[in-house]
């Protein structure tokens, strides 16, 4: 039997360390490794940094082919595009259509040499890429599967970033017109996948997030890991990792870190890029504060270590992000076994999810001095503590790994084949 053919359509992708890029990476990497013939067409890595990494450039396109364990190559296909500085709504509109610009050339080639494919996976954001799978799907054949990481339009009308009523539901009729015609849809939680069924009444599939539960796992020797960052053993670290942008509501670290700073014994670390890490480190330096690092992205060779420093990770969201998002952090803080302290609103899949598991502290988003309150109840509680870090893990271990994920999902998209999953 031949290797069925994916066609991966998607902003993101490897090497990006955080996000949707990193997601993208690791699933074609499984897709590849059990006998999946590959082939994707993204941009240059630029995500969380909003600039273009090295050792690439934006200048062309470019084609690459990635080998894998198995030695199936994967073909990429990098297509250039505007990648704004600072961005805005309106920039990051300019940016979506720039990607869909550039990359229909790269469809429009592969239409003519006639090749096929069994499953054209878009992933949102941004929504409206589906359109150059929808071209793929009625020019050649195929299914086409439609997943939705964020629910954009809603994130840009809830943050602020869209208000134009005329504008919103003209987006929200394209959208429409892509669930209708998507022959499978998915997303990666129960409260974003029943916001969709809201929309479309269609079966939409759950696909989650995942972690590498074998790369990312808990370290025990905590005091060595400190002191080899320049702390000391008896400092209890409150650690951010991620991307930095608005919906986010990093501020509150700030304040938070401002009501705290009397106590010696509490640190933070935010660790990431994005739009808003200038204003928080002028915010910071403002304040005086010292109780608080920024550092850059960590290599992906470094990052298990790294998340190990913490002995409590932060996953903070504004409420109004609601169950538009899932965070995509929270997948590896849990497979290293780490407690959160986590800002969400009852009823969200967020909430639920921690709640039920008992994986970390949940306190109401967007108010400081609950985070200071709740770094404080975390300090002191040491054995509740280690018992989520122990539930992380395992809820890791049950739920994230990727093989189970991979190949429960691929058995129901997958074309022509169940996947013989790889023993690691």
Not at 92 to 109: E, Y
Not at 200 to 211: G, I, M, R, T
Not at 259 to 265: I, N
Not at 387 to 415: C, H, Q
């Amino acid at each position: 039997m031949k290797n069925p053919k994916i066609l991966l359509i998607s902003h993101n992708f490897f090497p990006e360390q955080t996000g949707i890029g990193k997601y993208n990476g690791e699933m074609i990497e499984w897709l590849s490794n059990n006998n999946y013939d590959c082939t994707v067409i993204t941009t240059y890595p630029y995500y969380p940094h909003w600039r273009v990494q090295k050792p690439y450039n934006n200048r062309w396109y470019k084609k690459e082919v990635i080998n894998y364990e198995n030695n199936n190559p994967v073909t990429v296909y990098r297509c250039p595009s505007y990648i704004p500085a600072k961005p805005t709504g309106k920039r990051r509109m300019l940016q979506d259509m720039s990607f869909w610009f550039f990359k229909s050339w790269v469809i429009f080639k592969l239409m003519l040499s006639s090749k096929k494919f069994d499953l054209i996976i878009t992933v949102a954001p941004p929504f409206h890429l589906a359109y150059l799978g929808l071209m793929v799907k009625n020019y050649s054949g195929g299914k086409l599967l439609y997943h939705i990481q964020d629910l954009q339009i809603e994130a840009a009308q809830d943050l602020g970033m869209l208000s134009s009523k005329k504008l919103l539901d003209k987006l929200y009729d394209i959208e429409y017109n892509i669930l209708s015609k998507a022959d499978y849809i998915s997303s990666i939680s129960e409260g974003m996948i029943d916001k969709i069924k809201a929309k479309v009444d269609k079966e939409v599939l759950f696909f989650p997030n995942w972690a590498d539960t074998s790369f990312f796992f808990p370290i025990i020797e905590r005091d060595t890991l400190k002191t080899n960052w320049g702390y000391k053993p008896e400092d209890v670290i409150f650690l951010y990792s991620g991307a930095i942008g608005e919906k986010q509501g990093l501020e509150n670290v700030i304040y938070a870190a401002d009501l705290l700073k009397h106590d010696g014994f509490i640190k933070f670390i935010i660790c990431g890029s994005g739009p808003y890490r200038e204003k928080l480190i002028k915010l910071a330096e403002e304040k005086g504060l010292t109780n608080i690092n920024f550092v850059p992205v960590q290599d992906k060779s470094k990052f298990n270590e790294f998340l190990n420093l913490g002995d409590f990770h932060l996953v903070l969201q504004k409420a109004n992000a609601g169950d538009l998002v899932m965070p995509s952090k929270l997948t590896t803080i849990l497979a290293v076994g780490g407690a959160s302290i986590v800002t969400c609103s009852p009823g969200t899949s967020l909430y639920n999810v921690v709640s039920k598991h008992d994986l970390g502290y949940i306190i109401e988003p967007e108010s400081y001095q609950l985070l200071a309150d709740g770094v404080l109840t975390a300090k002191n509680d040491k054995i509740v503590a280690d018992i989520k870090r122990e539930n992380a893990r395992k809820y890791a271990l049950e739920f994230l790994d990727i093989d189970n994920v991979m190949s429960t999902f691929m058995g129901l998209v997958s074309p022509g084949q169940v996947p013989v999953v790889q023993v690691r």
